[in-house]
């Protein structure tokens, strides 16, 4: 039998019925009809009213594609040495302990090298990341520590002779280091460092000193217990006649021995202190570093983007010092790649787990007739359900990041770098904030047990917290997905190009400076409103909205407020305008991995998971799309009830969409997230 959205029986007569109106309308306005038949709504209700059908397998290979296998390997592993798993209760030392322990494991025993994935396959160690994050979450930022941050910044910062001496002894665990860049008044703001790093030409040395207490290096991962060597970030002095201060370079990177490689002793300059317990990630050592005129050599500056000669004569092939950041800060987008990318990585393991729960949880139902699942619930469905849907496109919004990434790495190309800095920045804050806020839904939807160390939600809420702050203040990063998207917008009204990601702007700002069409804004099909063109063409049209709004109002606000008070007036505009279009984005990611999926039955369900992820997506937001008249009141009814069947429809095969992300139950870890035997598995944890 047919049945209409809401799951009603529907009849020829209902259908006659809707034919009717439609005409009717159509005719009203002195238009065609639009352009589908009584067959095609006939099709469309049978398809609504058959069970989908996917292999889990299927669907896996599809997602995590050639790279499966070594994370795979990486599950065996760890799943293979007790020894190396995280216990629910740990002290800090002990956890610090561990995660070193598993992370030589990791590299030493099963024989991954991720620094030279880092640079020749960036996609590989990406999966690396992710599988490792899955074990445990601190290791997986321990790694990216060693390898993304300390042993990136050698290699993408520094040149051949950088390369030659450091590469092998990073890759091995031998030269253990880290990031020092954060200071204790300065994060995100990264050109007002204060740390100093002085030439001398007598000596043929830089003098790293930091200069007051504002500028110690704060929250320095593997600084407090494991690290050897540091990259640190200091303003580049010149010694110059005409100034006590000499002449400031802009911020550069250097090389500082902060332990010493036999004893392990901190060296004489260098002051370390733990940053002591936090909230989580505390299998991660943080310290805080204070310099006190630590001498190092001149070639332990890393010299790509500028050098000092012996007689203390800088170089440089980037004019300005502004350009030599912007140029630094395109080589270390990677540990934003890699957050937006590992952040996916927690929110399945979350979303695995809440959906097994609610799949086995039974609650209530009808009178004398056995409790249903508590997914039957609606309320239920619209808590979990469109979160699946987002954790399948952020997958693919990733993926294309990684992909983009690994382009950039190859070709250096100037656009192309923008393209991703812009991109990582975007997708790296949209993604890992709603994943915090993500976490929290999964624990409430298992009710008391959700509450359970041992059921993992904590632990995940606690060690992703922090994915919002580094690697830039989620907050940060979306102005600077505004600003770009504003400079996009400047040049096309100059007659500029735009760059590769902000390519639709050509028409959907097109689509914003015409009137709404009064037909289209009614028409309420399924058909209609489930077509990628018109879901893109509505994702679209908003950010081109909010594009072209916030532009006239910055202008304005600049006249009497100057440029950084008009930004601040309009700040919260700005916000909204970068997550809509990092919505757009990730939504035609998503639309084009469905039609690249070869497997039919693979492709149907994903259609639907990306149907019900555009249009809850666009409910969220139809006051805006209300307030233009670019969604009538009857069209908005009916997104709103098309969001509400697609939830169930994905909630019928959320079982095979789950295990399509192949997590093994020794890494989801909950005990209600087993998939044979959940409450054996719980009673037995608790001494039953």
């Known amino acids: 039998m047919d049945r209409d959205p809401n799951g009603k029986p529907v009849g020829d007569e209902d259908r006659q019925a809707s034919l009717r109106r439609i005409r009717r309308l159509a005719s009203h306005l002195a238009l065609q009809p639009p352009p589908w038949e009584e067959d095609q709504l006939l099709m469309l209700a049978c398809a609504g009213s058959r069970k989908m059908k996917v292999s889990p397998s299927v669907l896996s290979d599809y997602l995590r594609g050639k790279h499966r296998l070594i994370q795979e390997r990486i599950f065996e592993f760890f799943n293979s040495r007790p020894d190396l798993q995280t216990p629910i209760e740990i002290s800090k030392d002990a956890y610090r302990e561990l995660c070193m322990k598993q992370l030589t494991g990791l590299v030493r025993e099963l024989g991954i090298r991720p620094l030279k994935y880092v640079t020749e396959d960036p996609a590989k160690y990406f999966a690396i990341a992710e599988a490792v994050g899955s074990v445990d979450m601190s290791l997986g930022i321990k790694m990216g520590v060693q390898y993304s941050l300390w042993g990136g910044s050698v290699i993408n910062l520094g040149t051949k002779k950088h390369r030659e001496k450091y590469f092998e002894k990073i890759d091995n665990l031998e030269y253990t280091g880290c990031f020092a860049m954060t200071e204790l008044h300065h994060g995100s703001n990264v050109q007002a460092l204060q740390t100093v790093a002085t030439f001398d030409p007598v000596t043929d040395e830089f003098i790293i000193n930091t200069p007051n207490d504002g500028a110690i290096k704060w929250w320095i991962g593997n600084a407090a217990v494991h690290g050897k060597l540091a990259t640190v970030f200091a303003r580049l002095i010149l010694p110059n006649g005409e100034s006590k201060e000499g002449s400031d370079m802009g911020v550069h990177a250097f090389i500082v021995p902060i332990r010493d490689l036999e004893t392990h002793q901190t060296l004489p300059g260098v002051e370390i202190q733990d940053c002591g317990h936090k909230i989580g990630l505390n299998g991660v050592d943080n310290g805080a570093l204070r310099f006190s005129y630590v001498r190092i050599p001149r070639d332990n500056l890393l010299n790509r983007f500028g050098d000092v000669s012996r007689d203390g ?376």
Not at 456 to 477: A, K, Y
Not at 542 to 556: E, F, I, P, Q
Not at 600 to 617: E, H, I, P, S, W
């Open 313 to 688: 004569k800088y170089t440089s092939n980037l004019p300005t010092i502004n350009k030599r950041f912007a140029a630094t800060l395109g080589e270390l987008v990677g540990g934003r790649v890699g957050l937006a990318y590992s952040s996916v990585g927690v929110l399945k393991i979350a979303v695995t787990i809440a959906v097994r729960y609610s799949l086995i949880r039974q609650q209530f139902g009808p009178s004398k007739q056995p409790e249903i699942s508590i997914l039957d619930y609606q309320s239920h469905q619209h808590k979990l359900m469109p979160m699946l849907a987002s954790t399948y496109a952020f997958h693919f919004g990733t993926k294309y990041l990684v992909e983009r990434y690994s382009e950039m790495k190859r070709y250096h190309n100037e656009q192309l770098v923008g393209d991703v800095h812009s991109l990582s920045a975007g997708l790296k804050a949209y993604v890992t904030s709603y994943t915090a806020k993500s976490l929290s839904i999964c624990r409430e939807a298992c009710g008391g047990h959700g509450y359970a160390a041992v059921n993992r939600f904590g632990i995940l809420r606690n060690d992703h917290d922090i994915f919002q702050t580094f690697e830039g203040d989620n907050t940060v990063l979306l102005q600077q997905v505004a600003a770009d998207l504003l400079k996009q917008y400047k040049e096309k009204f100059q007659g500029g190009t735009l760059t590769v990601t902000w390519n639709y702007l050509r028409e959907s700002m097109g689509t914003y400076l015409s009137q709404p069409n009064p037909v289209t804004a009614r028409w309420e099909g399924e058909s209609h409103l489930r077509d990628p063109k018109f879901q893109l063409d509505a994702f679209r049209y908003r950010t081109s909205r909010l594009l072209h709004s916030v532009a006239v109002r910055l202008r304005k606000h600049t006249k009497n407020l100057g440029v950084f008070g008009a930004w601040n007036r309009c700040l919260n505009h700005l916000l909204t305008l970068a997550e809509s279009h990092i919505e757009s984005v990730i939504l035609a990611r998503f639309i084009d991995s469905v039609q690249s999926c070869q497997d039919k039955n693979t492709r149907g369900v994903l259609k639907v998971v990306c149907d019900l992820y555009a249009l809850d997506r666009i409910w969220n937001d139809i006051g805006t799309y209300r307030n233009a008249d670019y969604v009538a009141p009857n069209k908005a009814k009916a997104i709103h009830k098309l969001t509400e069947y697609l939830s169930f429809q994905v909630k019928n095969v959320a079982r095979e969409l789950i295990d399509g992300f192949d997590l093994p139950d020794e890494v989801t870890r909950a005990p209600i997230a087993m998939q044979s035997d959940p409450y054996a598995h719980y009673t037995q944890i608790v001494g039953f």
